[in-house]
Every structure is written in structure tokens, then in C-alpha cells.
């Protein structure tokens, strides 16, 4: 299975941008449609969005559409999540996993949007 590590959140203010990313190890990766998740504090973790194996579709929950982006580089067993016109709301830990999989989740990178 797939196992990923997280990095790049931090605190920000209202308007900035931040880009995560996302290590996988396996040797499968390519193979895999990839997603982001976000869990905020006292909330179910929601699916922010996805892409297909060849990183040549992406999709979008209704309220980060226009304002993120998702992008996989296969060769380097990597995802991103490039993050911009961040609000308060989207204070959250950010996940990454494959759709497919329920397991092999990391620990998450904190994302904080200031007041």
C-alpha cells in the first residue's frame, strides 16, 4: 500500500497562499488517482480534491474551486496543492491519500488562516 507524509502548512493571513506537498512511498504511485483532505477542528475530514493517475484530471470541492489547484509529479512520488486566496475556513489539518485506499494515512500538515 501507499503511505504519504505531508509538509508545507503554516500560519497565514486571510488573502495569502500556501503551497502543500505530498511524499508517497510505494512503488505503485503512478497508478493511483491521488487526493487532498482536510479535517478541521471538531469536523469530519472532507475531500478538498483529486486527480487521476496521469495527473490529466483534476476536481474540486465547491468552495476552493478557482482558488486551488491540485498537480502530481509521478516521477518524483509527489502531489501538491498549491493553495491561494486562503479565508479563515480553510483552517484545517490537510491530508493526502489515494481515493481507493483507507489506510496509510500520514499525520497531516497544519494549515492556519488568521482572524
Known amino acids: 500500500q501507499l503511505q504519504f507524509m505531508e509538509s508545507g502548512g503554516g500560519l497565514v493571513q486571510p488573502g495569502g497562499s500556501l503551497r502543500l506537498s505530498c511524499a508517497a512511498s510505494?512503488?505503485?504511485?503512478?497508478?493511483?488517482?491521488m487526493a487532498w483532505y482536510r479535517q478541521a477542528p471538531g469536523k469530519q475530514r472532507e475531500l478538498v480534491a483529486s486527480?487521476?493517475?496521469?495527473?490529466?484530471?483534476?476536481s474540486y470541492a465547491d468552495y476552493v474551486k478557482g482558488r486551488f489547484t491540485i498537480s502530481r509529479d509521478n516521477a518524483k512520488n509527489m502531489v501538491f496543492l498549491q493553495m491561494n486566496s486562503l479565508k479563515p475556513e480553510d483552517t484545517a489539518v490537510y491530508y493526502c491519500?489515494?481515493?481507493?485506499?483507507?489506510?496509510?494515512w500520514g499525520q497531516g500538515t497544519q494549515v492556519s488562516v488568521s482572524t
Open positions: 491519500n489515494a481515493p481507493t485506499q483507507v489506510s496509510g
Open positions: 510505494g512503488v505503485f504511485f503512478r497508478f493511483y488517482a
Open positions: 486527480v487521476t493517475s496521469d495527473g490529466a484530471t483534476t
